[in-house]
């Protein structure tokens, strides 16, 4: 493979890595590597449509005031991903404004921002955010693309599986072979009359790791998009209800906490009462394929009346490590599973994948040549 050759593969995977990343992260709710902001109201830092390196807190550390957060608000825009400035730390949380805005969210009925809703810090080499102009107007463009696809093809085969991230996943792994089916047909036709005597074509290597890696994408997806941040809101009120979800001030109540597994493989889940006022017991539960499993969460009001939110943090792995291993991995850090499952699966597959086709190309040689399927047959009987 030439230098040009390695370079343009190298361009394509970089373009790749950050579509799968931002398109990955707005489906997950979690910011994956980038982000980027949709508003102006952290002008002149970055405009609309700009993309930033967001590193999860886990890396990040401890935040302090001048971070640029990204967090769980409660009533900004109707709530969702919010991405501000942290201005001031109080007891009762962190008080966060947009550089363009004259007001402190906290003005305009945002609860102070607690440690267990920021989900991300942006990148600030320096002192100052490392921005990536219009990323985000161009990825809106491609995630709006991908969707209208996806929805077009699930109701062209008439199945849901197209749509969300276990459809992408499908797309990606799709996309993968069209474009190895392409490139051996441009291959071919390429090198036909300027070089026959010298073999070409796709490596079987490449092949391989693009098949696992759709495999690992699908893992992925199916520990991760089931998971992640469950809210509650709760009302305290002066009076007892019914309903677990309005609670006389200065009491709790308990409800169930329901875990499903539609997926054919047996799941482990974690579950991390995030902030006061919220508790579930137990918090490790394993889930058979096709079934469901109950825990019990306990939902406390505090003595002043008004509505609350809790939180509830779900991680997900498919059962295939000894529950000793998941549970070592876990208390390290909640992705370490992920990358050790997603291990466990792509090495071996990718291993025998080499193994019974080899380490070579798949070649075209000559216009005189024999069709792929006997070239095929006649190397690997």
């Not at 109201?41 to 550390?61: K, Y």
């Not at 995030?274 to 505090?302: C, F, H, W, Y």
């Amino acid at each position: 493979m030439s230098l040009r050759r390695y370079l343009r593969l190298a361009v394509t995977l970089a373009v790749v890595l950050v579509a799968v990343s931002l398109v990955a992260g707005n489906l997950l709710g979690q910011p994956i590597l980038l982000s980027y902001v949709e508003t102006g109201s952290m002008e002149p830092t970055m405009n609309a449509g700009d993309g930033f390196v967001a590193v999860p807190t886990a890396l990040a550390g401890e935040v302090e005031t001048g971070d640029v957060v990204t967090f769980r608000a409660e009533e900004i825009q109707g709530g969702g991903l919010t991405t501000h400035r942290i201005v001031e730390e109080t007891e009762r949380g962190y008080i966060t404004r947009g550089d363009a805005n004259p007001f402190a969210d906290q003005d305009n009925e945002e609860p102070p921002v607690r440690s267990e809703q920021i989900v991300a810090v942006a990148w600030q080499p320096g002192g100052s955010v490392f921005t990536i102009p219009h990323l985000g107007t161009a990825i809106q463009t491609l995630q709006n693309t991908i969707q209208t696809l996806q929805v077009r093809l699930a109701g062209l085969f008439g199945t849901r599986s197209l749509l969300g991230l276990q459809g992408l996943t499908y797309l990606l792994l799709g996309a993968t072979v069209l474009l190895y089916l392409v490139d051996l047909y441009l291959d071919d036709g390429e090198h036909r009359e300027r070089d026959r005597g010298r073999d070409t074509g796709t490596s079987t290597r490449l092949l391989v790791a693009a098949m696992a890696l759709g495999l690992a994408l699908a893992a992925t997806a199916a520990m991760a998009a089931p998971a992640g941040t469950q809210e509650y809101t709760i009302v305290s009120a002066e009076f007892e209800s019914d309903s677990p979800f309005v609670i006389e001030q200065g009491t709790s109540m308990s409800t169930n906490y329901t875990v499903g597994n539609s997926g054919l493989l047996p799941i482990v889940t974690y579950l991390e009462p995030r902030g006061e006022g919220v508790d579930v017991q137990p918090r490790k539960l394993r889930i058979e394929s096709q079934s469901l499993a109950n825990t019990t969460m306990t939902l406390s009001a505090p003595p002043e009346t008004g509505t609350y939110r809790r939180y509830v943090v779900e991680h997900r792995y498919l059962a295939v490590l000894p529950p000793a291993m998941i549970r070592t991995l876990y208390g390290v850090h909640p992705w370490l599973p992920v990358v050790a499952i997603d291990a466990l699966i792509v090495v071996p597959f990718y291993l025998v994948g080499v193994g019974l086709l080899g380490t070579g190309r798949i070649r075209s040689r000559s216009r005189e040549a024999p069709s792929r399927l006997t070239r095929l047959y006649s190397r690997y009987r």
